[in-house]
């Protein structure tokens, strides 16, 4: 739901994004009036992803710590990365470009579903490689654009900034999406692992 919330917030962001965007192609035209309301609008909007993006990170961090508790006893050799690192890898400058993305991948092998002969069934990583380098993505973005916004100086440049920070808010919208496969398809992975073989009924 805090997923979804932030993907909410993201679009409303990307509206506040257009809405400057359009402002500054026809000053002309525009009042003192809409370029205050595009001020608070644009503002608003970063209020609002910002509290939803901390309070999934909370969220979505203890989780993502529970599910990696869960991995161990499913495949312990998968794990090369110990319980810590679901928690402390977010927390590393630089490292955290990658190593939450390691060990959620570690996590995401380690829970695919067993075959019946006991052989792991292969399952496609596609969605945890789509959520981290979207998220990577939209992170990069965002650093480029908001630098651009701080620095713009005319309504061109305003302009230019408003577009690269709207690109960035759509690839936070598709990583929010894909964080929801991962969650929702890892947690019925973990479910089904653990649910017990159906005994035979004594006549």
Not at 70 to 82: H, L, P, R
Request: glycine share 4%; charged share 15%; aromatic share 12%.
């Amino acid at each position: 739901m805090l997923l979804a919330l932030n993907a909410v917030a993201d679009l409303f962001a990307v509206y506040a994004d257009y809405n400057v965007y359009s402002l500054m192609g026809d000053l002309l035209s525009v009042s003192d009036d809409d370029l205050s309301r595009a001020d608070v609008l644009y503002a608003a909007a970063g209020l609002w992803q910002t509290m939803s993006m901390l309070a999934t990170s909370v969220v979505f961090i203890v989780w993502f710590h529970r599910a990696r508790v869960n991995a161990e006893y499913f495949a312990q050799d998968i794990c090369t990365m110990g319980r810590g690192w679901a928690i402390g890898a977010w927390f590393i400058p630089v490292a955290n470009l990658w190593l939450p993305y390691r060990v959620a991948r570690e996590v995401w092998q380690a829970s695919a579903q067993s075959t019946p002969d006991g052989s792991w069934r292969k399952v496609s990583h596609a969605p945890v490689k789509a959520w981290w380098f979207l998220l990577i993505g939209a992170l990069a973005v965002d650093k480029i654009g908001s630098t651009f916004y701080n620095h713009a100086d005319s309504p061109h440049a305003l302009r230019q900034a408003s577009t690269i920070v709207m690109i960035s808010d759509l690839l936070s919208v598709a990583a929010a999406v894909f964080a929801i496969l991962f969650v929702r398809k890892l947690t019925t992975m973990q479910e089904v692992s653990v649910t017990p073989e159906p005994t035979a009924t004594a006549w």
